[in-house]
């Protein structure tokens, strides 16, 4: 839980006592690799922060899934459109790793936003990154070619290559496995 309270003391320290309030409603979770945390069809009701591992957000086609989100240590995890809105999520979210999650459900936050001094300004600081990172690839995949799509991905996230199948880093980028073979024999 130490990892929670550094990462949230960058965006907006809290006090002690507005800490105790938020550490009291997390729940801590461990999940196996392959662990579905959310399913199209179901409602988000947790915010959760990854404490240790890799989760992958995609939508399942039957010849290959749509991965359009990775996350890992020290950041938030939920399907936000569907936890804000409480209507059906319309992607999944899966573990690709081993993973630690401590989780808040959506009428738990609200309490902490009412009842801390700083709880809206957390919110609304993870909200506006959130944000920043879809409009990135939303760019990204308008305006650069796939080959720096891919030099992009691990300049920002070097450990993907360690982490992730290919196959998910080749539709993340928007191309076919064999395509991303190729762009990875042109640069190496």
């Known amino acids: 839980m130490n990892e929670i309270r550094k990462f949230i003391d960058t965006i907006s320290p809290m006090n002690d006592s507005d800490w105790d309030f938020?550490?009291?409603k997390l729940q801590e979770v461990r999940l196996e690799k392959n662990t579905t945390?959310?399913?199209i069809g179901e409602i988000e009701n947790y915010l959760s922060f990854v404490s240790k591992g890799v989760i992958r957000l995609y939508i399942?086609?039957?010849?290959s899934d749509l991965t359009f989100g990775f996350l890992f240590d020290n950041e938030f995890v939920t399907g936000y459109d569907s936890f804000l809105t409480q209507t059906p999520s319309e992607?999944?979210?899966?573990?690709l790793t081993d993973t630690i999650l401590w989780k808040i459900s959506s009428k738990d936050l609200e309490e902490v936003y009412e009842r801390t001094s700083n709880g809206?300004?957390?919110g609304r600081k993870?909200?506006?990154n959130m944000f920043l990172i879809k409009s990135k690839r939303e760019l990204a995949l308008l305006s650069k070619t796939a080959e720096e799509r891919y030099l992009d991905l691990f300049s920002d996230r070097p450990k993907l290559l360690k982490q992730i199948p290919l196959k998910y880093i080749a539709s993340y980028i928007g191309v076919t496995p064999q395509a991303l073979s190729r762009i990875r024999r042109r640069i190496t």
Do not use: D, H, W
């Open 37 to 39: 945390i959310l399913k």
């Open 126 to 128: 993870m909200a506006e």
């Open 22 to 24: 938020f550490s009291s």
């Open 91 to 95: 992607y999944q979210i899966e573990t």
């Open 120 to 122: 809206n300004i957390i």
């Open 60 to 63: 399942p086609k039957e010849e």
